[in-house]
């Protein structure tokens, strides 16, 4: 692979090309300091220079077939040369095609789909048919989510981030999260005695708001970028599903980051066996080699729109090449087990990192679900005291940990007091283990400030 790295300019004269000419998200950008990239194949990239990282977050949580799959290429390359572009009020077969597959893998009721470009239109565009189904207005979320970078999705979402876009839109309603770890409702009580109490305070919330106010209830199906955040039981979302039906309700569940094997089944809602009303997606639906997110609906809220019109629109819809993408990822999934080498590979994921957490003091908490974990790091395992905190600049031992794995090759995702482990799905045993030991490493320059 080192032969195929581009010599014809630095890394540094790329970084410097970038930085002039581009802004980069969420970022001040005299601090960027970005990985210059030459080429990527399966779970790993390269620089210009020919140094070899290992894609420990599936770039961003989004490559769960891995770096440049032969099929997927050809597919979008032989449409691209039979047709690339219709606008979205024309029929395609592909578009067709790939709207039949999502609906046979989506949990059962789920059948017409509304293709977008990415998750937060996916978002967007889920609250949007949810208002117009229902005739309501507000949506219920969670503080500790994130649901994309649109206007409304951004509002809705949780995330810190959304505070410079507020007041955002004005009908968001946010509940605490089954944050077991943390969150004080979990402090006096078993984590399936919180997760119960966190849904009586959800139907307290709706009847504040008025049932007849509230048109969705707008979850991940297993939360991402907010901390793998997930409540200990399925009671908990059966009991959600339960008010919904109760009170008209639709249930929105966001599977942008958690679809696609990332958990060990098709979607993170799967492992808790209910079927929602609403599903957005996109991420490993192409996994980045085009742009590409989906909403799709039950059929009695497709139905709906038989004789109501759907206002809804984007350009790209339904693009043919997007379609292409979607329909050949959907196929290696399959063809591949990587689903079944997610649920497998998981297990060692897991085991691995617990023995980390036995070897360092600052471990404090691992969670996760097939190849979707993270390692909360903390100062203090019996005060649970946060080794950086919750939207904090980022402190020296966390900056020193997350330097330390770039150093020796692997590129994750670090944020505040989480280390994550989202490698692609196609990952082997070994790579993990080769992996884990680079984290290794990296965990002990955070020990020291432990007490």
């Known amino acids: 692979m080192a032969s195929n790295v581009q010599e014809s300019m630095t890394n540094q004269e790329v970084v410097d090309k970038n930085k002039e000419y581009s802004l980069f998200s969420w970022s001040a950008q005299a601090s960027v300091n970005p990985i210059p990239v030459s080429t990527a194949k399966g779970i790993h990239f390269w620089d210009m220079e020919g140094k070899r990282y290992m894609d420990f977050s599936s770039q961003l949580m989004n490559v769960n077939v891995g770096h440049g799959h032969p099929k997927i290429i050809e597919a979008i390359q032989k449409q691209a040369e039979e047709l690339q572009f219709v606008f979205p009020g024309m029929a395609s077969k592909v578009r067709g095609e790939a709207a039949e597959m999502l609906a046979s893998i989506t949990p059962a009721g789920l059948k017409k789909s509304f293709f ?28 500790r989510s994130f649901h994309g970078a649109g206007f409304g999705s951004m509002s809705a979402g949780g995330d810190p981030r959304r505070l410079a876009n507020e007041p955002g839109v004005p009908w968001i309603v946010r509940i605490q999260d089954p944050y077991s770890y943390r969150s004080p409702i979990y402090r006096h009580c078993t984590p399936e005695q919180g997760d119960m109490i966190l849904v009586d305070l959800l139907e307290e919330t709706i009847e504040m708001e008025g049932p007849n106010n509230v048109a969705a209830v707008l979850l991940e199906g297993y939360n991402g970028s907010s901390g793998l955040i997930a409540p200990s039981t399925a009671k908990y979302w059966h009991r959600v599903r339960e008010l919904c039906d109760r009170y008209g309700i639709v249930l929105i569940v966001d599977e942008v980051m958690s679809g696609f094997g990332r958990t060990g089944k ?48 984007l350009t790209y819809s339904s693009y043919p090449i ?122 002990s320059l955070a020990d020291p400030y432990c007490s």
């Not at 996916?122 to 219920?140: D, F, P």
């Not at 980045?288 to 709906?304: D, L, R, W």
Request: glycine share 10%.
């Open 116 to 143: 977008s470009l990415g998750g937060a239109e996916a978002v967007e565009n889920a609250m949007k048919m949810a208002r117009l189904y229902t005739g309501r207005q507000k949506v219920i979320t969670r503080y």
């Open 266 to 313: 098709w979607f993170g809602i799967d492992n808790y066996g209910i079927s929602p009303d609403i599903m957005a997606m996109a991420k490993g639906l192409t996994c980045g080699y085009v742009p590409m997110g989906a909403t799709i609906v039950n059929e009695k809220i497709g139905k709906h729109f038989d004789n109501n019109q759907l206002w809804c629109g």
């Open 322 to 443: 997007g379609c292409a993408a979607a329909l050949a990822c959907m196929k290696v999934y399959q063809e591949e087990n990587l689903i079944e080498n997610a649920a497998k590979m998981g297990k060692v994921l897991e085991a691995g990192l617990r023995k980390l957490q036995e070897k360092h003091v600052c471990v404090g908490d691992v969670r996760g679900i097939g190849l979707f974990w993270l390692m909360e790091l903390v100062k203090n395992r019996e005060t649970k005291e946060p080794m950086n905190g919750f939207n904090k600049p980022v402190s020296e031992p966390m900056a020193k940990v997350a330097a330390r794995l770039k150093e020796l090759g692997m590129s994750t995702f670090v944020r505040w007091d989480w280390v994550f482990a989202v490698p692609p799905l196609c990952i082997t045993e070994e790579q993990l283990n080769e992996g884990l030991a680079i984290m290794d490493d990296a965990l």
